[in-house]
């Protein structure tokens, strides 16, 4: 897993509320079995134009906040669908961070799983972070520090503190893998289930058709 | 005595395996339902890691997504360009890891979260994931239900648990007798338009009230399969009679003793009397009437026979430029009556409102009417299940005799997959989402009941079946 630690760069303001997980990677690119190849759509259909040019209006296409790696946004960033390609492609483009007042919670999940940091601050503080960025034509760089949670735009001596939930926290700094943190609790796990299945056995057996096939040996 | 909690706070409870430090729950999951779309990532990249599902009895996957909807389609037909390649890979990993597996073909296949609680897949006080934000859905038969993301499937798959961050409790009462013409569909919009499409986030929510109690499980499932849509990633209707007689005998359900030892376990998890809530919503809903969404947000919804509201109206400046650009998008003038604004395709599918009751109240309002020229009318039944029985039931020639085409069983155009058809049109559909393109490249999306779907079909623009078409 991709480990994050501190990212300084350009932040690029999409200061909208209600940013849908369709806006970030319509769903006509979710296709494929590649692990990659996500970031050339990301805001498709913001960013380019029916014939396919990028779209000068769009942030991303400007400079230079076509080198972004933070996003601002207002509230409710990533709401909708549950489509990991979302993170991916923000992660594609060259973005590490989302700093935004809320998120869609499927979303938020999605982000520490792919080097993606999502960081929530009330939504003044993001605007006073948007503000400055723009009066300095993009050139005041955010720094985004997960060791000490603090998010800075030193240029205009703006500091402010945030609060990553603890454990998502440290897996992003280790780049520790969560399936094998979870298997390290087998123990733990198979005595819980003991006592589990004894209040719901019906829980762990599903009655109907069996399984399609035996699994392969 | 242990302090008073809540349906949601005793199921976590009963599925909490150990804290994860001070925010995050390992948590017991009961089921995990997987389709070709985001399945086929999880799986392929288990293989990869060298890891072996953990529990494939209690894992599901349904063939749905991008497979076509074309009657008599092929095993492996998409209007996705890479469809092909995911479903049949969905489906080999599937046969091989010995997963329950509903093909295409399968006389129970049908969209998951609708598949689910028909088959009693889907249970009271389980835990249930599947990679689809729309998976609360199943929240309708008191389901702990909740999408997620491919990565997190992955962990499912391997372990059979899943680390989550509690959420706080809200509890939303509807009270009141629904009145005539009023459907499930225009309670979950009315409630977005109320509390906003960022009102639930971090909340897990409790349906509840008057209204929910005479609610009929499939009315339920559309209540909550929309409760994403106001950010809450789990909503539920605790279960009472209605969903016992509803599950009862349902294939994947416990049979015999068993059902009955569940049945006891079940009653036991209710929210207690005095539990408490983090947020509580009550809605009278007397007065509701038919609603339609005139934006490019779930909270951009009015009563169809309201006027499309003003910008100026919204909360705060941010919700107030959203409405400019949602009505820039959508074609649309604020002060426009909205019944009359000319429509061009008549959608009903998806997990949200396409089930027999759904399709029973649709053709009530088709019956002996033609769809108006030039409207494309199309229905896309939720399930092969509801489509067998919509056939039974002579629905089907009511739907094709109106002028609707009659689909095979998918997700179909609920969300745009490759399928260009909806470009540039107005639709008024039965789905959850009218974000901009989610139907397709600057599609107009207006969300509705199938009642104001069906009326609107007929009468070639928005319409409510109260206010008859003809």
């Known amino acids: 897993m991709e480990t994050f630690t501190a990212v300084c760069g350009v932040a690029a303001p999409m200061m909208h509320i209600n940013i849908d997980t369709d806006q970030i990677i319509p769903a006509r690119y979710l296709g494929g079995t590649d692990a990659k190849g996500y970031g050339a759509h990301l805001f498709a259909n913001a960013r380019f134009l029916a014939d396919g040019q990028p779209n000068p209006d769009f942030v991303l296409n400007q400079a230079p906040y076509d080198q972004a790696q933070v996003l601002l946004a207002d509230r409710n960033f990533g709401c909708g669908s549950s489509r990991e390609r979302a993170p991916k492609a923000l992660r594609e483009f060259g973005f590490r961070s989302v700093i935004a007042p809320s998120f869609g919670g499927i979303f938020f999940n999605n982000c520490f799983r792919n080097g993606l940091l999502p960081v929530v601050l009330p939504i003044e503080q993001v605007r006073q972070l948007a503000d400055a960025v723009l009066q300095s034509a993009g050139r005041a760089e955010v720094a985004v520090d997960l060791n000490s949670q603090t998010v800075t735009l030193a240029q205009a001596g703006l500091a402010f503190g945030f609060s990553a939930p603890e454990t998502l926290r440290q897996m992003l700094l280790q780049g520790v893998d969560e399936i094998d943190m979870t298997l390290a609790r087998r123990a733990q796990i198979d005595a819980w289930r003991g006592q589990d299945r004894q209040r719901r056995p019906w829980a762990y057996t599903a009655p109907g058709p069996a399984p399609s096939s035996s699994p392969k040996p | ?241 209605v969903t016992f007689d509803y599950l009862r005998g349902k294939a994947y359900a416990p049979q015999g003793a068993a059902w009955d030892d569940a049945v006891r376990y079940w009653r036991g998890l209710r929210s207690d009397p005095a539990a408490t809530f983090d947020a509580e919503v009550v809605i009278d809903v007397c007065a509701l009437t038919p609603q339609v969404t005139w934006g490019i947000s779930p909270q951009h919804v009015c009563a169809a026979l309201d006027r499309v509201p003003e910008p100026s109206a919204e909360r705060d400046e941010e919700a107030r430029a959203e409405a400019q650009k949602a009505l820039d998008y959508m074609q649309l ?138």
Request: hydrophobic share 40%.
């Open chain 2, 1 to 241: 005595m242990s302090p008073a909690r809540t349906y949601f706070d005793k199921v976590w409870d009963d599925h909490l395996i150990t804290a994860l430090g001070q925010d995050l729950a390992l948590l017991q999951i009961d089921r995990l339902v997987l389709h070709e779309l985001s399945g086929s990532q999880a799986v392929r990249a288990l293989a990869e890691h060298g890891r072996a599902p953990d529990s494939r009895g209690q894992v599901f996957t349904v063939i749905e997504h991008l497979i076509s909807t074309r009657p008599g389609r092929g095993p492996n037909e998409s209007v996705s360009v890479s469809g092909p390649a995911m479903i049949d890979g969905t489906r080999q990993a599937s046969r091989a890891y010995g997963f329950h597996f509903i093909d295409h073909d399968d006389p129970r296949q049908g969209i998951a979260h609708v598949v689910a609680p028909e088959l009693g897949i889907a249970l009271p006080g389980t835990t249930l994931v599947c990679c689809d934000s729309h998976t609360c859905t199943v929240g309708g038969v008191g389901a702990l239900a909740w999408g997620i993301g491919a990565s997190e499937a992955e962990h499912v798959l391997a372990t059979q648990t899943l680390a989550q961050a509690k959420p706080k409790n809200m509890r939303v009462r509807f009270e009141g007798p629904l009145p005539r013409g009023v459907y499930a569909k225009d309670l979950v919009l009315a409630l977005i338009g109320r509390v906003g499409a960022n009102g639930g986030i971090g909340y897990a929510v409790e349906f509840a009230g008057s209204a929910i109690a005479q609610l009929p499980i499939e009315g339920r499932l559309t209540l909550c399969n929309m409760a994403v849509e106001f950010s809450a990633k789990y909503g539920f209707v605790p279960p009472d009679e």
């Open chain 2, 333 to 470: 003038s604020a002060g426009q009556a909205l019944c009359g604004v000319p429509i061009d395709v008549a959608y009903i599918g998806s997990c949200t409102n396409a089930r027999l009751s759904d399709l029973r109240v649709a053709a009530q309002v088709l019956k002996g009417h033609k769809v108006k020229p030039g409207v494309q009318a199309i229905c896309v039944p939720g399930s092969t299940p509801v489509k067998l029985a919509a056939e039974a039931e002579g629905l089907d020639r009511i739907f094709i005799d109106a002028g609707f085409e009659w689909h095979a069983s998918a997700c179909g155009f609920c969300g745009h997959i490759g399928d260009d058809r909806f470009a540039n049109l107005r639709v008024i559909s039965t789905t959850n989402r009218n974000f901009k393109g989610r139907q397709g490249p600057l599609t107009r999306t207006h969300l509705a009941s199938p009642a104001t779907v069906a009326a609107s079909a007929l009468a070639g623009c928005i319409a409510t079946a109260e206010q008859g078409p003809h």
